[in-house]
């Protein structure tokens, strides 16, 4: 997970049109297709939507030279852990069907209805959609630019200052894991292997964890100093230099936004006039 971090903020800081392009227009674009996406009523409606939202996202995709095999690793990540919750949707009723028609009866009076099916299914491609525009803001976009353009576009001065403390000793405390981890590997030790005792295993892990503790509450601890001698106080907050959008990033955000807003409506006047 901790390399996985890394590789993200390393893609972040490759060269394409849309890397270039400002942070802003990246969290505009994503936050309008995910709330155009989950606007959407829970009807088959939605994998209308979804398809063409997913392609503008291939789209945009391919314009960052990112290889496809990138955004299915992030992809598959996720969706194993999430994917149960809406797996389970399928045993459950809910507010959106007045009638249920049951597919399957299963011991201990437990059954699956056809409609719940489609909820899931409806409730996944409204998943792989939102995640997908998540992955592709996060693999083109720096963090400290991603919080720099949240702070332009309105984010309190508090929370920005917080975030920016996180993201830069997230790293930080990456690279002091990654050099546990290395001298583990050096003397051999591998939490996985069942040729060492249970036991023996177990606290070596746990003086691991108390280390990685330690080391994170001094660092903490000289962080605060450090900032305190250069006047850290209650009213400071992070300085976030102007920065106005190009006519080129305006136009892509315009027409943008037209498209994300135009798809949905168009999709549910034309079943509105079909039926």
């Given amino acids: 997970m901790i390399e996985e971090l890394f590789q993200i903020e390393r893609d972040a800081y490759r060269d394409s049109v849309i ?9 505009a674009i994503a936050f309008a297709a995910i709330i155009a996406l989950v606007a959407v009523p829970y009807s088959t409606m939605v994998y209308t939507v979804g398809a063409i939202f997913f392609l503008f996202f291939l789209v945009l995709w391919v314009c960052t030279r990112l ?7 992030r992809l598959m990540t996720i969706v ?6 809406i797996f389970f949707q399928i045993f459950f009723k809910n507010k959106y069907y007045t009638e ?7 011991p201990l009076g437990i059954s699956i209805y056809y409609e719940s099916i489609e909820f899931a299914f409806i409730l996944l491609a409204k998943f792989i959609i939102c995640i997908s525009f998540i992955i592709l803001l996060s693999s083109t976009t720096k963090m400290h630019e991603m919080l720099e353009g949240a702070a332009r576009m309105g984010l309190p001065a508090e929370f920005a ?7 830069r000793y997230l790293f930080v405390f990456g690279y002091m894991f990654r050099k546990i981890n290395e001298t583990l590997k050096t003397k051999c030790f591998d939490v996985f292997d069942r040729q060492l005792p249970y036991r023996y295993r177990l606290r070596q892990l ?3 964890i108390g280390t990685m503790f330690i080391r994170s509450y001094e660092q903490g601890e000289r962080v605060y100093t450090s900032m305190i001698c250069r006047g850290y106080g209650r009213e400071s907050y992070l300085f976030v230099e102007r920065k106005p959008l190009k006519v080129r990033e305006w136009a892509f955000l315009t027409l943008s936004l037209i498209f994300i ?5 168009t999709i549910w006047l034309t079943a509105i006039r079909l039926f």
Avoid at 19 to 27: F, G, Q, W
Avoid at 261 to 265: L, T
């Fill in 80 to 85: 194993p852990l999430w994917g149960m919750v």
């Fill in 19 to 27: 890397h270039r392009l400002d942070a802003r227009v990246k969290i």
């Fill in 67 to 73: 290889s496809p095999v990138v955004y299915a690793k």
């Fill in 206 to 208: 746990g003086y691991t």
């Fill in 100 to 106: 249920y028609h049951v597919f399957m009866s299963l």
């Fill in 261 to 265: 807003i135009a798809v949905p409506i």
């Fill in 161 to 167: 200052l917080a975030l920016g403390m996180m993201i």
